[in-house]
């Protein structure tokens, strides 16, 4: 089975910038579509950007222009680069992998954005 450990949450003050990291332990890494979500207290969970095995990006309406997904196939990692964030951006972000038949979440990581 899939491992996903994401990393590099934390507090941070609004306009302040964070990066998450997940690593997955997969040898087919390369091959799979990436995703981070989110879930904020007493809200759905959300999907905030996705990564395709050939690099296409897509995000929520509610990051463009301020997250940034990418990957790195050799090193087996996905990242959320978070500038200018907000109050609203506190959830717990969890990052999931794509396969055929099925996906695999990582434990998730809090980001609380306050003064």
């Known amino acids: 089975q899939v491992q996903l450990v994401e990393s590099g949450g934390g507090l941070v003050q609004p306009g302040g910038s964070l990066r998450l990291s997940c690593a997955a332990s997969t040898s087919s890494f390369s091959r799979n579509t990436m995703s981070w979500f989110r879930r904020a207290p007493g809200k759905q969970r959300e999907l905030v950007a996705t990564i395709t095995r050939g690099g296409s990006t897509n995000y929520a309406d509610s990051v463009k222009g301020r997250f940034t997904i990418s990957r790195d196939n050799a090193e087996n990692g996905v990242y959320l680069q978070m500038n200018n964030l907000k109050p609203e951006d506190t959830a717990v972000y969890y990052c999931?992998?794509?396969?055929?038949?099925?996906?695999?979440w990582g434990q998730g990581i809090q980001v609380t954005v306050s003064s």
């Open positions: 999931l992998l794509w396969y055929i038949g099925g996906n695999s």
